[in-house]
Antibody
């Protein structure tokens, strides 16, 4: 069974940093791209970032480009999201999701983890 | 950026009724790369449909997707109690990936 377990969320002040992790199991991690999607409280879904299976290609939404960095450690089956210069509008549940690589690393998402809540507030 | 507009915002139906959800794109979605997700309160979204009409693994056949270009539809032929939820469409034909605003299917 595929399992994705996010961690690292919490309360952080504006301008602060946080690193999210997503531990994957139940599938061949190196065979899939991975993605972060967020959902502000009571709002819809927003794609944040995706990374290829090798980690060699990364993609970002304009809203986080230059502030967030996606990475992965294939030896640990773990996906990361380093978030810097956090703003109040980054407050959301952050989900990681398994992503097929064909025909592109930018694809649909299945399954999703349960998410980790990031709150940016003073 | 492709903007996806879902309608209606809320659909009030009874169990056993047919639900028809619309997702309209601001420009043509390349190769009909459109997915549908279901989200229940307090849960992560679940993939229902990809490539506009392909059902994901384990999804009941009462869920079907159709459409092409800029107009896409998710149909639930006979609503079960567990189908009352919020539904999102997502396009992956071009970057940035975008989602629609969602349609809530509620019990009438």
């Amino acid at each position: 069974e595929v399992q994705l377990l996010e961690s690292g969320g919490g309360l952080v002040q504006p301008g602060g940093s946080l690193r999210l992790s997503c531990a994957a199991s139940g599938f061949t991690f190196t065979g899939y791209a991975m993605t972060w999607v967020r959902q502000a409280p009571g709002k819809g879904l927003e794609w944040v970032s995706s990374i290829s299976s090798s980690g060699g290609s990364t993609y970002y939404a304009d809203s986080v480009k230059g502030r967030f960095t996606i990475s992965r450690d294939n030896s640990k089956n773990t996906l990361y999201l380093q978030m810097n210069s956090l703003r109040a509008e980054d407050t959301a549940i952050y989900y990681c999701a398994k992503t097929p690589e064909w025909p592109s690393e930018l694809n649909w998402f299945d399954p999703w983890g349960q998410g980790t809540l990031v709150t940016v507030s003073s | 950026e492709i903007v996806l507009t879902q309608s209606p915002g809320t659909l009030s139906l009874s169990p056993g009724e047919r639900a028809t959800l619309s997702c309209r794109a601001s420009q043509s979605v390349s190769s009909n790369y459109l997915a549908w997700y279901q989200q229940k309160p307090g849960q992560a979204p679940r993939l229902l449909i990809y490539s506009a009409s392909s059902r994901a693994t384990g999804i009941p056949d009462r869920f079907s997707g159709s459409g092409s270009g800029t107009d896409f539809t998710l149909t639930i032929t006979s609503l079960e109690p567990e189908d009352f939820a919020v539904y999102y469409c997502q396009q992956y034909g071009s970057s940035p990936l975008t989602f629609g605003g969602g349609t809530k299917v509620e019990i009438k």
